[in-house]
């Protein structure tokens, strides 16, 4: 995984995903906070905007700037 800020992770919510109230999740990517004890991932698009999501919709996303080699 990559680590963005060395405690979140970089993941993008499956599109249709909803949050635990049943509510759809918007499109983007998103920082995984936590996983829960009750297996729900508290994930975050912003400060403001956070969501708690079966961990089966998100998908890591890879910064391209990791995957250029080096000069």
Request: charged share 25%.
């Amino acid at each position: 995984m990559n680590v963005k800020n060395k405690s979140f992770y970089n993941f993008a919510i499956a599109p249709g995903t909803r949050d635990h109230k049943g509510f759809f999740v918007q499109d983007g990517t998103y920082d995984l906070v936590r996983v829960e004890n009750s297996g729900w991932a508290f994930v975050c698009l912003d400060n403001h905007t956070c969501y708690y999501v079966d961990p089966e919709n998100l998908a890591e996303v890879c910064d391209l700037e990791d995957q250029v080699p080096a000069s």
